[in-house]
């Protein structure tokens, strides 16, 4: 396949390339491999900000793959597909037993308008990095899973094992603790 202008998890690889690691082929493995790696590491490490863990996560997802990949049915699906299988590692990697309290019913009737103007106001700071640095393991991963990677409160439920109220209000109260941050 010529070199498109695609990248990320939306480059494209041949679908022999594919057939061949589904067979367990060394050489169209590396290929996968080599392709995606980039993709799969920024995204890992844009989820817990740790240059080492998310190399070893990386790795981990690759396994997991290579494993995994003779149940892909379409070629074309890889990108999302290996996107999906990244954001389930890492999270399973971090997920620890939370306490899902509903105490703040509040954060469950912020309408549309409101989500969007407290995104466009995160997106619009200078230093992002360091007002993350303030949120916990789970806020910043919530916060970097909806703005960077663009999962909908209702994907992100169904990825946590949430109700999607309550990673609305996990949300919100991430949205909140950031902005109190950054008034001062």
Known sequence: ???????????????????????????????????????????????CRDHELARDLTQDVFLVA?????????PKALGGWLKQLTVNTALSHFRRPQQQTNSDDSAAQLDADDWLSQTDWLQQLDDIDTLLSVLDEHEYQLIWLYL???YSHEELAELLNEQAATVRQRYHRALKKLRQRSSR
């Open 148 to 150: 960077v990677e663009g």
């Open 1 to 47: 396949m010529t070199q498109n202008a695609l990248t990320g998890f939306a480059q494209q690889l041949d679908a022999e390339v594919i057939k061949g690691a589904q067979a367990g082929r060394r050489d169209c493995q590396r290929q996968l491999f080599e392709t995606y790696q980039r993709p799969v590491q920024r995204l890992i490490q844009g989820m």
């Open 66 to 74: 290579f494993e995994k990949v003779a149940q892909l049915r379409d």
